[in-house]
Every structure is written in C-alpha cells, then in structure tokens.
C-alpha cells in the first residue's frame, strides 16, 4: 500500500502514513479551514489499511500543539479506524504526546483515551525545546 504523507503548514499538521516504514504520525498545529476536506484522505486511506494490513501491531503517533473542535471531530473517526484494525486482531499503540504545561491536550488525549479504550494509549510530556526541536526538523524534512 502506498503511503499518504503531507508537509505540515501553519494550519495543517504533518501527516505520515506510511505502513512499509511503520512510521504513523499526526504532528503540528491542526485548524484547517474545512477539516472535512483535510481528513478525508487520512479517512479513506485509513479504510483501505485497515482491509489489507498484516503483523502483530502498529504503533500511532498524535503529537498536537493544538487542533480545532471541527478537527477534533475528524481525530476522533481516526481512533474508531484505529479500533476496527484492532478487532482485525492488529494490535494498536497509541502514543499522544503533549507540551508538559498543556494539561488541556492531555486532558483531550486521556478523554479520547476513555472512548476509544480497546486501544493502549501512552501519555508523553514534552519540553518546549523537544516542540520547538521537533517543529524545526518538520520544515526541513
């Protein structure tokens, strides 16, 4: 399966899908102007994984500075996409990291965590230079 990945912008997070690499990451600031239209492709390229994916698990990055309620919405679809490629028997890792002096997202995370709780969810504080580290290395590759 070919992998979706798209370059974060200041609306847009970076996203990779990217099964071959088992690399999944979700990264970045998230308040698209029509978040239907932006998630769609995730959606959909989520269905065709789930249908066709093999091995023993993957692991699933989330790594929001912050994303809207339109998006948030969209997020939540991501995780019962999730949970239908666990009942496949793939079992999925959730990693959700946060700025450690943003109780908020990880309030979020722990709420999307409580929803979805056939899937294991790690809790990863961040420090403001791991963000701003990570933000760089996003622009440049």
């Known amino acids: 399966m070919e992998p979706l990945t798209r370059s974060a ?6 996203v990779i899908l990217n099964p071959a690499a088992q690399k999944f990451v979700i990264s970045g600031r998230c308040f698209p102007e029509n978040a239907e239209l932006f998630f769609r492709p995730i959606l959909n390229w989520l269905d065709n994984f789930t249908k066709t994916a093999k091995g023993p698990g993957v692991e699933f990055v989330f790594k929001f500075d912050f994303f ?6 969209r997020i939540l679809l991501i995780f019962y996409k999730l949970m239908e490629l666990q009942s496949r028997g793939i079992q999925v890792r959730v990693k959700w990291y ?12 722990e709420d ?13 504080p961040q420090s403001k230079a791991d963000i701003i ?3 760089k290395l996003q622009r440049t590759g």
Not at 112 to 124: E, H, P, W
């Open 9 to 14: 912008t200041k609306v847009t997070p970076q």
């Open 133 to 135: 580290r990570n933000r």
């Open 68 to 73: 809207n309620i339109a998006s948030s919405k």
């Open 112 to 124: 999307y965590a409580v929803m979805v709780d056939q899937l294991s969810f790690s809790f990863i």
């Open 98 to 109: 946060y700025d450690e002096e943003d109780i908020d997202m990880l309030e979020i995370g």
